[in-house]
């Protein structure tokens, strides 16, 4: 069983900060992208971020210069440091990836999501 657990979402202030964690536990032969979308009430879920195995990088235009992508391939892990947020962050943050659990086996895994929520 493979599965990827979200932390780090919240309350957070206009101007403010908040870290997104992403861990894929499980059978693991090897991660390809990860990636970070979210889904704001009555709107359909975006992409946000996604990094490649090779640390290739992507955003949505909303977001750059503001949130940053990162991995960490020993621990299995995806980041989402996300600065200078804004009333129209606020949304369910759902962490992705797609993962070999054996040599020719492929999946693609989405967590459970969490909530980021912007307002004073």
């Known amino acids: 069983q493979v599965q990827l657990v979200e932390s780090g979402g919240g309350l957070a202030q206009p101007g403010g900060s908040l870290r997104l964690s992403c861990a894929a536990s499980?059978?693991?032969?090897?991660?390809?992208?990860m990636g970070w979308y979210r889904q704001a009430p009555g709107k359909q879920r975006e992409l946000v971020a996604t990094i490649t195995n090779g640390d290739n990088t992507n955003y949505v235009d909303s977001v750059k210069g503001r949130f940053t992508i990162s991995r960490d391939n020993a621990k299995n892990t995806v980041y989402l440091q996300m600065n200078s947020l804004k009333p129209e962050d606020t949304a369910v943050y759902y962490c992705?990836?797609?993962?070999?659990?054996?040599?020719?086996?492929?999946?693609?895994?989405w967590g459970q999501g969490t909530q980021v929520t912007v307002s004073s």
């Open positions: 499980g059978r693991i032969f090897s991660l390809n992208a």
């Open positions: 992705n990836a797609g993962i070999y659990v054996s040599s020719t086996y492929y999946r693609n895994i």
